[in-house]
């Protein structure tokens, strides 16, 4: 586990209007605000379309990280999670969960790989002012995952 102590900066309330797309947005919005270290703690509404990391197929071993992708349109759902940075780049790392309208309010869930706003969305964001987040490939999977500084970092 890894652990640390965070100083809180400003916060903000997004609206994402229609045709929005979501990581685009919400990154160039992360850097024109000079923001490279953030949760985002909450955010609800209705996406035209998202690209998850999931699958409809079996999985002969749900341990390694999924290759697969599914698109789904027209959902509503809520989401959270945080903005780092990878070798310098600004990061916008979200997992949603969703309901697709036109399929009884059929359950997706998983890594937020693109989404195009449909009505609107709202993004509750807090920066984090210490320690500075960094998104590093983990040492099992190789997948990115939040580290600290460790300048700041408890254990």
């Known amino acids: 586990m890894r652990a640390a102590k965070v100083t809180l900066g400003r916060r903000w309330m997004l609206v994402l209007e229609p045709g929005d797309e979501v990581l685009a947005t919400v990154t160039r919005w992360a ?4 923001v490279t270290s953030a949760t985002v703690d909450m955010f609800f509404g209705v996406l035209r379309s ?3 990391i999931a699958t409809n197929g079996s999985m002969d071993d749900p341990e390694p990280p999924l290759p ?3 698109e789904v349109a027209y959902l509503e759902g809520v989401g959270a999670g945080s903005i780092g ?7 916008v790392h979200l997992h949603l969960a969703a309901g697709a309208k036109g399929e009884g ?4 869930a998983g890594h937020l790989l693109a989404a195009e706003t449909h009505y609107t969305l709202e ?3 807090q920066e984090v002012l210490d320690p500075v987040f960094r998104l590093e490939p983990d040492a099992v ?4 995952c939040l580290h600290f ?3 700041t970092a408890v254990s």
Do not use: H, K, S
């Open 141 to 144: 999977f190789g997948i990115n």
């Open 105 to 108: 309010g059929a359950a997706y």
């Open 123 to 125: 993004m509750v964001v």
């Open 31 to 34: 850097e024109r605000e000079g």
């Open 149 to 151: 500084d460790e300048a």
């Open 50 to 52: 998202a690209r998850l």
């Open 85 to 91: 940075t990878v070798g310098g780049r600004t990061v």
């Open 68 to 70: 697969d992708q599914v």
